[in-house]
T-cell receptor, first 114, second 113 residues
Framework: DAKTTQPTSMDCAEGRAANLPCNHSTISGNEYVYWYRQIHSQGPQYIIHGLKNNETNEMASLIITEDRKSSTLILPHATLRDTAVYYCIVRVARGAGNNRKLIWGLGTSLAVNP | GAGVSQSPRYKVTKRGQDVALRCDPISGHVSLYWYRQALGQGPEFLTYFNYEAQQDKSGLPNDRFSAERPEGSISTLTIQRTEQRDSAMYRC???????????FGPGTRLTVT
């Protein structure tokens, strides 16, 4: 079972920031938070990941709470092309065997409206 | 450079037939993953390899499903004696190292009639 919970759907106006929350209250100390998105029927696309510090790249920012039990993915200026399902996943980054796999939930379906 | 490729993109087969799905990962990527995705659901992990070694096959539904990556590059997912419930999108992903982000292929849409 997925170790994260996300809202089923969200709406955002084009040009505004989209803030997608994720709860991962049972996260372990060696687990990272990963975000992927899937546009329509395409393959999932990596966005960003982090351990405990906030992270930013050209696509998005990731804000992780101090207790690491939740995080928020921020798309600073959402466009219509950001309409997709966004998945938040926790995963051990180092170690062997079964801990390496990604367990996907249902994600958040983000609709960016003109 | 070239991304992950999968073939065929679409496969229609009759119940009881065997099918082989191919994945070409990004050149040099150590890890290769297989997932299955039903409509409206997130990808479901099947198995993964580091180089040629199968590290985790806990997601394979039953013994009709098998996968190999004999030379640490191309991988084949084989489904024997296909059943209608096997119909799904089968996705392959690769990563430079196990802990790195995964790059996904376009998938193979399998339909069992």
């Amino acid at each position: 079972d997925a170790k994260t919970t996300q809202p089923t759907s969200m709406d955002c106006a084009e040009g505004r920031a989209a803030n997608l929350p994720c709860n991962h209250s049972t996260i372990s100390g060696n687990e990272y938070v990963y975000w992927y998105r899937q546009i329509h029927s395409q393959g999932p696309q990596y966005i960003i990941h982090g351990l405990k510090n906030n992270e930013t790249n050209e696509m998005a920012s990731l804000i992780i709470t101090e207790d690491r039990k939740s995080s928020t993915l921020i798309l600073p200026h959402a466009t219509l092309r950001d309409t997709a399902v966004y998945y938040c996943i926790v995963r051990v980054a180092r170690g062997a065997g079964n801990n390496r796999k990604l367990i996907w939930g249902l994600g958040t379906s983000l609709a960016v409206n003109p | 450079g070239a991304g992950v490729s999968q073939s065929p993109r679409y496969k229609v087969t009759k119940r009881g037939q065997d099918v082989a799905l191919r994945c070409d990962p990004i050149s040099g990527h150590v890890s290769l993953y297989w997932y299955r995705q039903a409509l409206g659901q997130g990808p479901e992990f099947l198995t993964y390899f580091n180089y040629e070694a199968q590290q985790d096959k806990s997601g394979l539904p039953n013994d009709r499903f098998s996968a190999e990556r004999p030379e640490g590059s191309i991988s084949t997912l084989t489904i024997q004696r296909t059943e209608q419930r096997d119909s799904a999108m089968y996705r392959c992903a690769s990563s430079a190292r196990t802990e790195d982000e995964q790059y996904f292929g376009p998938g193979t849409r399998l339909t069992v009639t």
